[in-house]
């Protein structure tokens, strides 16, 4: 399985963007970049994902380095809702599913 | 969005006894869905995959007799706890995966809320 390193935890304020960064400097070739989030006291929710290319959506984007060993997520403007566990992680398929193995992430906390 | 529910959201049990959490996806199929646990200020860890009409599978140290999956429907999962002890209080949360993104790797998950249990 590939690993992932992250800071334990990241301060911003609001309206200010925030870059988290992942290390994975054992993937493979083929090994997406998902990002997750974990709200406290909630279940995780899928924020982005991608292989090569930087990818956006109305959540994120993620920046994805050349040669793939790092990628960061970059909220453009944080809120105090994006106070959260951010987990970077790379699936493992068993030939049947998809799984997710998560680390210990990065706990944002996003101040006024 | 695909929804994932889960029931119920917390509950109080006396030691010795089992408890069931439902998994449902709402509005679309999950052929598959996982369970995890979460304990106090530690990051989730898969117990097992639930796949409908089949037997689950259970990630290492997982007690399969302990923790009972049955994914009878396309919509449904469960989770027995069976004899819960103190040490199985816990954080559970399902998930399903995205039937609709292609490519086994780009596979995205739908997390429930999450079931808090707490043993007595």
């Known amino acids: 399985d590939a690993k992932t390193t992250q800071p334990n935890s990241m301060e911003s304020n609001e309206e200010e963007p925030v870059h988290l960064p992942c290390n994975h400097s054992?993937?493979?070739?083929?090994?997406?970049i998902h990002w997750y989030r974990q709200l406290p006291s909630q279940g995780p929710e899928y924020v982005i994902h991608?292989?090569?290319s930087n990818v956006n959506n109305r959540m994120a984007s993620l920046a994805i380095a050349e040669d793939r060993k790092s990628s960061t997520l970059i909220l453009h403007r944080a809120t105090l809702r994006d106070a959260a566990v951010y987990y970077c992680?790379?699936?493992?398929?068993?030939?049947?599913?998809?799984?997710?193995?998560f680390g210990t992430g990065t706990r944002l906390q996003v101040t006024l | 969005g695909a929804v994932v529910s889960q029931h119920p959201s917390w509950v109080i049990c006396k030691s010795g006894t089992s408890v069931k959490i439902e998994c449902r996806s709402l509005?679309?199929?999950?052929?598959?869905m996982f369970w995890y646990r979460q304990f106090p200020k530690q990051s989730l860890m898969l117990m097992a995959t639930?796949?409908?009409?089949?037997?689950?599978?259970?990630e290492q140290g997982v007690e399969k007799d302990k923790f009972l999956i049955n994914h009878a429907s396309l919509t449904l999962s469960t989770l027995t706890v069976t004899s819960a002890h103190p040490e199985d209080s816990s954080f559970y949360i399902c998930?399903?995966?995205?039937?609709?993104?292609?490519?086994?790797?780009?596979?995205?998950?739908?997390f429930g809320p999450g079931t808090r249990l707490l043993v007595l």
């Open positions: 998930s399903a995966r995205d039937f609709r993104t292609s490519g086994m790797l780009q596979e995205t998950q739908y």
């Open positions: 991608g292989l090569t």
């Open positions: 054992t993937i493979s070739g083929t090994d997406y």
């Open positions: 992680i790379p699936p493992r398929s068993t030939g049947t599913a998809s799984k997710l193995t």
């Open positions: 639930s796949n409908e009409g089949s037997k689950a599978t259970y």
């Open positions: 509005d679309f199929q999950a052929t598959t």
